[in-house]
Nanobody, 126 residues
Framework: QVQLVESGGGLVQSGGSLRLSCAAS????????VGWFRQAPGKELEFIAAISWSRTYSYYADSVRGRFTVSKDNAKNMAYLEMNNVTPEDTAVYYCATQDRRYSNTFNSPGDYGSRGQGTLVTVSS
């Protein structure tokens, strides 16, 4: 069973950048897609980005497209979320997640993600 640990969150000024990391253990990420979710205070969980198992395709929600970039380093068994030009609306707890089926093509389906980390808090000040 895979365990995921997010890191890299913190306080950043509006317009700044931050890179979140997702470290996997117990199983390789090589054959599996990785997704990123976030939950802002008082709001529902939002599916914001994902990368296919092959790293060929990526998905971005409208709220982050053009500002965030998702990537996966199979050699390090890590995934990343590069966040640029952040705004206070990006303040949330960010989670990475992966799926349980090898070669899954449903990387852009939030309901297909199971294993999730404990989250890392990102706070954007205005």
């Amino acid at each position: 069973q895979v365990q995921l640990v997010e890191s890299g969150g913190g306080l950043v000024q509006s317009g700044g950048s931050l890179r979140l990391s997702c470290a996997a253990s117990g199983r390789t990420l090589y054959y599996y897609p990785v997704g990123w979710f976030r939950q802002a205070p008082g709001k529902e969980l939002e599916f914001i980005a994902a990368i296919s198992w092959s790293r060929t395709y990526s998905y971005y929600a409208d709220s982050v497209r053009g500002r965030f970039t998702v990537s996966k380093d199979n050699a390090k068994n890590m995934a990343y979320l590069e966040m640029n030009n952040v705004t206070p609306e990006d303040t949330a707890v960010y989670y990475c997640a992966t799926q349980d089926r090898r070669y899954s093509n449903t990387f852009n389906s939030p309901g297909d993600y199971g294993s999730r980390g404990q989250g890392t808090l990102v706070t954007v000040s205005s």
